[in-house]
């Protein structure tokens, strides 16, 4: 019988970012179907309900992906039932990995991409994760990568304000709808 003794470690996106974002979402689409009731909008309300609810689900599908980091391994996938109606997520074993390649998005951030041996594939290093210091240092471990200079991309203190005004925007969508409510 043959053991495996590989440690396996596993991040998950942080809960931080997982609460902003699913609330930014009902903050911005709760209130249309108040809206669209007192608009007399010809859509049925039950689609706006379904369609709030098809969305939250994606949303969440989303926040469901993980980051599992063993001895032979990077691995970034999603749950089961998951892989049914997303992405089915992508493996690098360390042995591949050439180099951490920076890249700047549009809007001026700083993402990393795993380069390869081969040079057949770029994998985008996942930045959203809790503990994201200690899979950082992980792949330091695997790859013999220098990753002093590797930071998230986004701060936390940027999901803390975007939360904040997330709430601000909840207050104002309790308003909405007591308002469209007293006019129907």
């Not at 379904?50 to 926040?63: I, K, P």
């Not at 002093?148 to 909840?170: E, H, V």
Request: proline content about 5%; charged content about 15%; aromatic content about 14%.
């Amino acid at each position: 019988m043959i053991q495996n003794n590989s440690v396996k470690t596993i991040f998950h996106i942080s809960p931080l970012i997982r609460i902003t974002l699913l609330s930014l979402y009902f903050a911005l689409t709760t209130p249309l179907p108040f809206l669209a009731k007192t608009t007399t909008l010809p859509i049925p309300q039950w689609m706006f309900w379904f369609g709030l609810a098809l969305g939250a689900f994606l949303v969440y599908t989303v926040m469901t992906e993980r980051v599992i980091l063993d001895d032979q391994e990077i691995r970034v996938c999603y749950p089961h039932w998951a892989k049914v109606i997303w992405r089915r997520g992508w493996s690098l074993p360390w042995s591949e990995v050439k180099a951490l390649k920076m890249r700047t998005t549009g809007q001026g951030g700083m993402v990393y991409y795993f380069t390869t041996e081969k040079g057949d594939r770029a994998y985008l290093l996942p930045m959203r994760v809790a503990r994201f210091a200690k899979m950082v240092n992980i792949v330091t471990q695997k790859t013999g990568i220098d990753t002093t200079d590797i930071r998230p991309m986004a701060q936390p203190w940027m999901y803390f304000f975007l939360l904040g005004f997330t709430f601000l925007l909840l207050l104002i969508d309790v308003w909405a709808i007591l308002t469209a409510l007293t006019m129907a």
